[in-house]
Nanobody, 115 residues
Framework: QVQLVENGGGLVQPGGALRLSCTAS????????MAWYRQAPGKQRELLAI???????NYADSVKGRFTISRDNAKNKIYLEMNSLKPEDTAVYSC?????????WGRGTQVTVSS
């Protein structure tokens, strides 16, 4: 069993920056891959970035060059640094973790990009 809790969402102006974090607890030694997703109202959930335990990363084209995923295994955390934010980035951002048996989801944190 793994629990995931996101933090760092909020209101930011266009062009601004925000840093999200996700803290894992429970059977954290079973986690290999972790990722960030987002879901805007009326749209399907979108995979943004994924990171392996050895820090291999992959990004969606929509955020490549603007967002950076990172991992601190000692603290059982992943981060998403978001720069040059646009109104279309407004969504609920959720943390995901994968083990050999199961996948786990956080409950999400709201990011709103608006003046």
């Amino acid at each position: 069993q793994v629990q995931l809790v996101e933090n760092g969402g909020g209101l930011v102006q266009p062009g601004g920056a925000l840093r999200l974090s996700c803290t894992a607890s429970g059977s954290v030694s079973d986690i290999y891959n972790m990722a960030w997703y987002r879901q805007a109202p009326g749209k399907q959930r979108e995979l943004l970035a994924i990171i392996s335990r050895v820090s291999t990363t992959n990004y969606a084209d929509s955020v490549k060059g603007r967002f950076t995923i990172s991992r601190d295994n000692a603290k059982n955390k992943i981060y998403l640094e978001m720069n040059s934010l646009k109104p279309e980035d407004t969504a609920v951002y959720s943390c995901w973790a994968g083990t050999v048996r199961d996948v786990y989801w956080g409950r999400g944190t709201q990011v709103t990009v608006s003046s």
